[in-house]
T-cell receptor, first 116, second 112 residues
Framework: GAVVSQHPSRVICKSGTSVKIECRSL??????MFWYRQFPKQSLMLMAT?????????EQGVEKDKFLINHASLTLSTLTVTSAHPEDSSFYIC????????????FGPGTRLTVT | QKEVEQDPGPLSVPEGAIVSLNCTYS??????FMWYRQYSRKGPELLMY????GNKEDGRFTAQVDKSSKYISLFIRDSQPSDSATYLC????????????FGQGTELSVKP
């Protein structure tokens, strides 16, 4: 149980285009989903917290107009990187918290974004 | 000073060794403690989850929490080459809405 999927696993796009990444909890409902980015040899950096039916809460320094988050249902959250630039190239990972009132977070496999 | 400190390693041990991974923290509001394992180019996998001081065992893994010293550890017994990965400690302050605060991660290599 507690499986989280991400799609796509890898994407290459041209500078100036937008990319959408999906995060799904496959066997549980998630009250909260989180989005992280990770650079090589570094730990995960929290970008935003996403709650179903409400606006995402962004961490300081994260541009909310650039990284659009939509938590459409209790099993799906999407991250759209708008007008992507090469510096947005990174590993994006989502996590989901089961609707059990506890704090276990389960992570997706990640999406590697390369902007050329 | 970072809220959570973790030696990034790398740590290299022979197969069968006991591995000790450690984190210290400064915020006494942290109440929940996790250990994640991350293989290269993959998402983190939850290994252990504790919320009280003391030891918690799961197979070859033992998580230890000492809230008075603000120190947590993960022990891996009979380490295997398949344990080679980056191990991340993470903590939660319940008043912060479940946000994980990660350590830097320790890169472990178990040599056959």
């Amino acid at each position: 149980g507690a499986v989280v999927s991400q799609h796509p696993s890898r994407v290459i796009c041209k500078s100036g285009t937008s990319v959408k990444i999906e995060c799904r909890s496959l066997d549980f409902q998630a009250t909260t989903m989180f989005w992280y980015r990770q650079f090589p040899k570094q730990s995960l950096m929290l970008m935003a917290t996403s709650n179903e039916g409400s606006k995402a809460t962004y961490e300081q320094g994260v541009e909310k107009d650039k990284f659009l988050i939509n938590h459409a249902s209790l099993t799906l959250s999407t991250l759209t990187v708008t007008s992507a630039h090469p510096e947005d190239s990174s590993f994006y990972i989502c996590s989901a918290v089961p609707f059990r009132g506890i704090y276990e977070q389960y992570f997706g496999p990640g999406t590697r974004l390369t902007v050329t | 000073q970072k809220e959570v400190e973790q030696d990034p390693g790398p740590l290299s041990v022979p197969e069968g060794a006991i591995v000790s991974l450690n984190c210290t923290y400064s915020n006494s509001a942290f109440q929940y403690f996790m250990w994640y394992r991350q293989y290269s180019r993959k998402g983190p996998e939850l290994l252990m989850y504790t919320y009280s001081s003391g030891n918690k065992e799961d197979g070859r893994f033992t998580a230890q929490v000492d809230k008075s010293s603000k120190y947590i550890s993960l022990f891996i017994r009979d380490s295997q080459p398949s344990d080679s990965a980056t191990y991340l400690c993470a903590m939660i302050n319940p008043t912060e809405g479940g946000k994980l605060i990660f350590g830097q991660g320790t890169e472990l290599s178990v040599k056959p």
